[in-house]
């Protein structure tokens, strides 16, 4: 094991980027970087992390903004819940430790959206604490090192990948340790075409002698994907557009869109057009229709959206906005709403 760990760390000290957040690897830049990282690739979660802390250069900061004011620097990441769970943690933080995160694995873990990956990325990194982290690099590279064909997505495979992470682990530098396993996978053990052959590990690697690597790891697939067709109205009343503010049933809480029709299969906009959920929604008032978009395909993680976006001009104010969770707004100001990333899409077409 420890000429595994010296090879990586020698590695590492060759090949890490240069990443903002490893500059000065304090709890909540650790945290942070971690919140972000679980959303996108480094190229683009960089960009969001240097926003996030330009605006909020302490949990405190970020404690005290809204919840508005976070999902909107957060918007185009996806998975609003955790960026709702930051805010929450960040407001932990301040209330319960006086704006310091805890120097303990068990109370960290007890703090909103941090779960056992983020609980020990910041115990290790920014408290050296001896605690291994499991992502998906980890995976990918122990599954390869040790040739093992447990599917990494059921319990038993979760288990067996942090025992042995624990196990491999360099309890006099486990954040270093950690940060190196990570980035050899993220640069070097990559999903598809590892280099091998220049691997300083190959020696080691099971999967490579048994000629396994493309077959590591294993995943079972479980969850099915469903199809959501939405007919969202834009509609627009003089230089204004009517925003729907989504409530906590569905994906997007708390995130603008505008009305919509949701149908079980695709519908033309004819159909939507001489629907009485839509005679309703503009409580029957003389509008014409601008525009009808093309079709948008979105993909969250268990659903495939199939959206179209009907523009209609409206010739008089709806009068029952507030029970239907409507909002009037300027064109001009669509900029200053927390949007989900279809929707961003669509408005930037
Ligand atoms: S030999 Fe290939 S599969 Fe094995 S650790 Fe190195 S890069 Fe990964």
Redo the contacts with the bound molecule.
Sequence with gaps: MNIIHDTLINWFAENQRDLPWRHNPSPYEVWLSEVILQQTRVSQGRDYYLRFIERWPTVTDLAQATEEEVLKLWQGLGYYSRARNLHQCAQQVVEQYGGQFPSDFEKLRKLKGIGDYTAAAIASIAFGLPHAVVDGNVY??LS??FDIDTPININEGQKRFALLADELLDREQPGLHNQALME??AL???PQN???LL????V??L??SNNT?AQ?PVKVRRTEIKTRYLNYLVILFEDKVYLHKRDDSDIWKNLYDFPCIETKEQASAADILQSDEFSQLIEGKPCFTRKVSRLYTHKLTHRTIIAQFIEINLEEELLQIQTKGLTLTRESDLGNYPIPRLIDLYLNT
């Design positions: 990918r590279v390869r090192l050899f996978g070097h053990c990559t590892p280099d091998c691997c300083p590990l190959q080691h690697c999967a490579f690597v590591r």
